[in-house]
């Protein structure tokens, strides 16, 4: 499964972006989705998840009310909607597939098989 991340860039604080990450080749029906989020010199961490199945989704503490993750299977692309952004949330964002998480390890990175190449999201105060 290969993964593209996009729609980051550079906003005020108080401002929104909405990051698409979308596959191609095969379908992303069957597959979980995260973001994650690394800035520097700091561990990737992470922000939101959404279960194959759409009604379940998952926030860190740090987005929640303010990140939505959302899928449409029809597209094969998964987005996170950020509003009310800070410049706590500057950081690459990278999205991550699995076929196989289960709720315990979805905010490890390690239980993500597939990894897209990230997108920088700057929030200046």
């Known amino acids: 499964v290969q993964l593209q991340a996009s729609g980051g860039g550079l906003v005020q604080a108080g401002g929104s972006l909405r990051l698409s990450c979308a596959t191609s080749?095969?379908?992303?029906?069957?597959?979980?989705v995260a973001w994650f989020r690394q800035s520097p010199g700091k561990e990737r961490e992470f922000a939101a998840a959404i279960f194959r199945s759409a009604s379940n989704t998952y926030y860190a503490d740090s987005v929640k009310g303010r990140f939505t993750i959302s899928r449409d299977n029809t597209q094969n692309t998964v987005y996170l909607q950020m509003n009310s952004l800070k410049s706590d949330d500057t950081a690459v964002y990278y999205c991550?597939?699995?076929?196989?998480?289960?709720?315990?390890?979805?905010?490890?990175?390690?239980?993500?098989?597939?990894w897209g190449r990230g997108t920088q999201v700057t929030v200046s105060s």
């Open positions: 991550a597939a699995s076929s196989r998480i289960i709720l315990s390890s979805l905010r490890v990175p390690s239980s993500y098989e597939f």
């Open positions: 080749g095969r379908t992303f029906r069957g597959y979980s």
